[in-house]
T-cell receptor, first 113, second 111 residues
């Protein structure tokens, strides 16, 4: 199984600012996924990040709001731009395993005031 | 996109009892998975069952899948306080590689 770390683990931000979340994996992976989990809700896929290509965004999510970088096979960042209180969520990255399962990072808990 | 529905939304039991959670989904799937999340932290993969399987066991976990009813159940036997967590089902639709999560069941196991 992959070991995934995320930075920061939590943050409190002012509306209108941006936060970049880092995701580091201990092995090389082709795909990485970014999810949002709003308070008391389930996980929603934001985008799939492939190394060397543009991220693929799900319906309801746009690159201007959630730009993603994937500079190499072990690292990705998700930026939450021009934040509002509605962006307060846990953001998680994940990578696929060998049998269709996914391994998740510990999450970044974001509060926007 | 499909979204799983789970019931119950919350379940409270005593240690030693069994806990059963159900999940329904809407479209054809390649597989269905169950994950556990402790206190808003990262998710842990528990078990995966493929569309051609009907039942699967892993330790104290038993998962069933009924593709005709588009439903699955997760049974945790002899529950422990450490099983207290939120449990999510997630499906991989046929022809896709991404997960679609259900709404989850919050399980509280009291000592």
């Amino acid at each position: 199984s992959a070991v995934i770390s995320q930075k920061p683990s939590r943050d409190i931000c002012q509306r209108g600012t941006s936060l970049t979340i880092q995701c580091q994996v201990d092995s090389q992976v082709t795909m990485m996924f970014w999810y949002r989990q709003q308070p008391g809700q389930s996980l929603t896929l934001i985008a799939t990040a492939n190394q060397g290509s543009e991220a693929t965004y799900e319906s309801g999510f746009v690159i201007d709001k959630f730009p993603i970088s994937r500079p190499n096979l072990t690292f990705s960042t998700l930026t939450v731009s021009n934040m509002s209180p509605e962006d307060s969520s846990i953001y998680l990255c994940s990578v696929p395993g060998t049998a269709d399962e996914q391994f998740f990072g510990p999450g970044t808990r974001l509060t926007v005031l | 996109s499909q979204q799983g529905e789970e019931d119950p939304q919350a379940l409270s039991i005593q240690e030693g009892e069994n806990a059963t959670m159900n999940c329904s989904y809407k479209t054809s799937i390649n597989n269905l998975q169950w994950y556990r999340q402790n206190s808003g932290r990262g998710l842990v993969h528990l078990i995966l069952i493929r569309s051609n399987e009907r039942e699967k066991h892993s330790g104290r976990l038993r998962v069933t899948l009924d593709t005709s009813k588009k439903s699955s159940s997760l049974l945790i036997t002899a529950s422990r306080a450490a099983d207290t967590a939120s449990y999510f089902c997630a499906t991989v639709a046929s022809g896709y590689s991404t997960l679609t999560f259900g709404k989850g069941t919050m399980l509280l196991v009291s000592p």
